[in-house]
């Protein structure tokens, strides 16, 4: 909240929510709410549904997205890679038969959905990120037998002439 004011406002609107739930017999679990300040300037007030006060936190996951108090992408980003790298080298050693059809179409099913799960909640812009995430890529064309000697740019040519997209 930017003010005392806007806390008292907000406050307010916790008041009547509350309110409103007892009339209708909708009661809130005060103990799985939480308050998340997002702002930098913000100055952490504390909230109350009723008699409880409300928990504040600093980073919450919610389907899968991980939401921090400065709204850094991050932790998501480290996430993902990490779980995309784990079933990359599950696949690496648990995969006899390395044929570029079968560890494409593995590939597109088991490593690219922890990529992309989520990704317009967390869109990776800044080229680090993306980096980052291409690194995932990287790896895995060099899985692929007879391009691991190539440079990236050749392996990606070579892999998309297999319906590589």
């Known amino acids: 909240m930017a003010s005392p004011v806007d806390a008292m406002i907000m406050q307010e609107d916790l008041y009547r929510l ?3 739930s007892t009339e209708w017999h909708m009661l809130f ?3 799985k709410c939480k308050c998340l300040h997002a702002r930098r300037k913000n100055m952490h007030y504390d909230y109350y549904m009723g008699d409880t006060c409300i928990t504040s936190i600093n980073e919450e996951k919610d389907l899968g997205v991980l ?3 400065s709204m850094s ?3 998501q980003y480290a996430k993902a890679v990490k779980t995309a790298n784990q079933v990359l080298g599950m696949i690496k050693r648990s995969i006899c038969y390395k044929e570029q ?3 494409i179409r593995l590939y597109k099913s088991l ?3 922890h990529l992309e799960y989520a ?3 967390w869109c990776p812009y800044l080229l680090k990120e993306i980096v980052l995430l291409e690194n995932v890529h990287r790896r895995f064309t060099k899985m692929i037998p007879g391009l691991h000697h190539l440079r990236y ?3 990606l040519k070579k892999s998309q002439e297999s319906h590589f997209t």
């Open 18 to 20: 509350k309110g409103w």
């Open 29 to 31: 679990n005060p103990g």
């Open 67 to 69: 939401i921090t108090a």
């Open 73 to 75: 992408q991050s932790q």
């Open 101 to 103: 059809d079968i560890l």
């Open 111 to 113: 490593v690219r959905p």
């Open 119 to 121: 990704i317009q909640a």
């Open 153 to 155: 740019e050749q392996r």
